[in-house]
């Protein structure tokens, strides 16, 4: 097993959060502002790590993402326009993942390895997309969420990193068991909402075997300020929207007790090179 050394994979899923959402476009736009702290915050802990982009967010602040490119940060696709895979035929997913590499490119990107599918929709019925990634030249995916979930979930691929075929690598994201859930402790409400004794006691578990922690975080996971509105995808939940909004307010402390653990974190292209290349 390659050396990990306490590795943070720390991740933004950038989108805009208003997407979808009923007469969203009437809320203020809080992307850069919201970016602009994690920025800070990775600045200060002296450390790079991968913004997984939506295509409509680079072409609507092409100068946010140069920023973040002029700041060691890889950026990597999460779609064009943020659509899960099940809702997408193999021929229109191969058609919103080049605009969004190309998105990306244009705003000043050099080259695109990495993807992740919005809401971790990779599942075994949408496998397909694995294909057509590698033949648009994305070399890992980091979109399966490897346990039984309320949105989607492909338990019987595992935990572990798997090269799909000659050219992708898939890493799921990390997770740990809480009672009966297994759950992604690392990523946004989750990090958020659980007791930071579990979360502390999870980070610990994996780098006591010598493991990474794969995350995932949003813009709006840090902000406090957002006005109130019922977000997309979540089936009009009343609870799972109050989970939305619960405890922004302590996210980047949490980070800061999390980096306390010696961390590094870590690109996910840079993780893959230099740790995982013979490791899966």
């Not at 899923?13 to 915050?41: I, Q």
């Not at 929709?121 to 496998?127: A, G, I, M, Q």
């Not at 572990?160 to 997770?175: R, S, Y």
């Not at 009009?236 to 974190?265: E, G, Q």
Request: charged fraction near 25%; include cysteine.
């Amino acid at each position: 097993m390659p050396d990990t050394n306490n590795i943070f994979l720390f991740s933004i899923d950038l989108e805009d959060v208003r997407e979808g959402v009923v007469n969203g476009s009437l809320y203020k736009d809080r992307v850069v502002n919201n970016t602009l702290k994690y920025l800070d915050w990775l600045e200060k802990n002296n450390s790079t790590c991968t913004f997984f982009t939506v295509g409509k967010v680079a072409e609507k602040y092409p100068d946010l993402i140069k920023q973040i490119v002029r700041a060691g940060h890889e950026i990597a696709c999460h779609s064009y326009s943020h659509t899960p895979l099940n809702l997408q035929t193999p021929e229109s997913f191969k058609f919103d993942l080049e605009k969004n590499i190309n998105a990306l490119l244009k705003s000043g990107v050099e080259s695109v390895k990495g993807f992740r599918a919005p809401v971790f929709s990779l599942t075994k019925d949408t496998s397909w997309a694995h294909e057509i990634l590698a033949g648009c030249g994305i070399t890992y995916s980091s979109s399966v969420l490897p346990a039984d979930n309320p949105l989607y979930g492909w338990k019987e691929f595992g935990a572990a990193p798997k090269q799909i075929n000659k050219k992708l690598i898939e890493l799921p994201v990390t997770l740990n068991r809480f009672g009966p859930l297994n759950i992604p402790f690392a990523g946004g409400v989750y990090f958020r909402s659980f007791p930071f004794w579990f979360i502390r006691k999870s980070f610990k578990k994996y780098f006591k075997n010598n493991e990474p922690v794969l995350s995932y975080f949003h813009p709006y996971d840090l902000d406090s300020e957002q006005e109130k509105f019922m977000h997309a995808g979540i089936n009009n939940s009343t609870l799972y929207n109050f989970l939305m909004y619960y405890n922004r307010k302590h996210m980047l402390s949490r980070l800061d007790k999390v980096v306390a653990l010696d961390v590094k974190i870590m690109r996910y292209d840079d993780y893959i090179k230099n740790h995982l290349k013979n490791g899966v």
